[in-house]
């Protein structure tokens, strides 16, 4: 496990969210990989078999003193650089897996805060990101999302129109509806979530966006997040292709210094 940290670090992908990341520094970073590492026995062998490179963090404002935090693993081996993710609360570390485990655990424990609009998405899109379907995980898109475009198919602009528009939460007499774009495998959604005050998400109406395909599959593996490009025919290329390249470039650094 090390941490060079160089100021022109490339991530394999963005953020799981969006949000205000920064940076942490060397010295931050390797003590708060050092004590994962002592509570996880996945992020021990993660951290065996890769070399990490940099981490970076959010304050969570849904989960009571919570912060989400990411590390970029680079392999020994050859293989794509990937993302893994955990929760940090005072004390505890809860390693992201791709599985709803985690963060129901959370709940049940009294730490999540869904009593304000944002709290409800922040945690809404958390809960999608950190969750893995059979197609991928289930991405919350920003506006900005990038997509490959079919304007020849006739729902192509409404779908750009549905992208566009930025996610909206509503009070419920059950809790917080919610409305977002999602990119599962290759294709994009527009979905409408109900958020109980226990946690549970459950999903109320789930439209395809047609004529726009994600650029990038997001999902899990072996608790590290995972990208796919998707080439123009909307079929998975492969797996972790931007990663692999930018994975390969730094090898290629470390041959020639």
């Known amino acids: 496990m ?30 708060v990989m050092i004590r994962l ?74 730490d999540l805060l869904v009593e304000s609009p944002a709290q409800a998405l922040e945690y809404a899109q958390l809960f999608c990101a950190a969750i893995q379907g059979d197609e991928g995980s289930f991405y919350p898109a920003p506006p900005d999302f990038p997509v490959i475009r079919n304007p020849e198919d006739p729902d192509h602009a409404p779908s750009l129109e549905s992208l566009a528009r930025p996610a ?47 650029v990038i599959i997001e999902g899990w593996d072996n608790n590290l997040r995972r990208h796919s490009l998707v080439p123009a025919d909307g079929a998975a290329a492969d797996p972790d292709a931007a990663a692999r390249d930018e994975g390969a470039k730094h090898h290629d650094d470390d041959a020639s210094a």
């Open 37 to 110: 590492c002592a509570d996880s026995e996945p992020a021990r062998a993660i951290c065996a078999a890769h070399e990490i490179a940099a981490l970076r963090m959010r304050r969570l404002a849904s989960i009571r003193d919570g912060l989400l935090i990411e590390f970029l693993a680079r392999p020994y081996a050859d293989g794509p650089a990937r993302i893994g993710a955990f929760i940090y609360r005072p004390g505890l570390f809860d390693l992201l897996d791709g599985s709803s485990a985690v963060l129901h655990g959370i709940a049940y424990e009294g």
């Open 168 to 214: 909206g939460v509503e009070s419920d007499p059950d809790g917080w509806r919610i409305d977002l774009a999602i990119a599962y495998g290759v294709q994009m959604f527009r979905s409408q979530l109900l958020l109980r005050p226990s946690g549970a998400l459950e999903m109320m109406d789930d439209r395809p966006l047609g004529g726009i395909t994600p």
């Open 2 to 31: 090390n941490l060079p940290l160089p100021p022109d670090i490339q991530w394999s992908a963005p953020p799981l969210i969006g949000g205000d990341w920064r940076a942490l520094a060397p010295d931050q970073a390797l003590r």
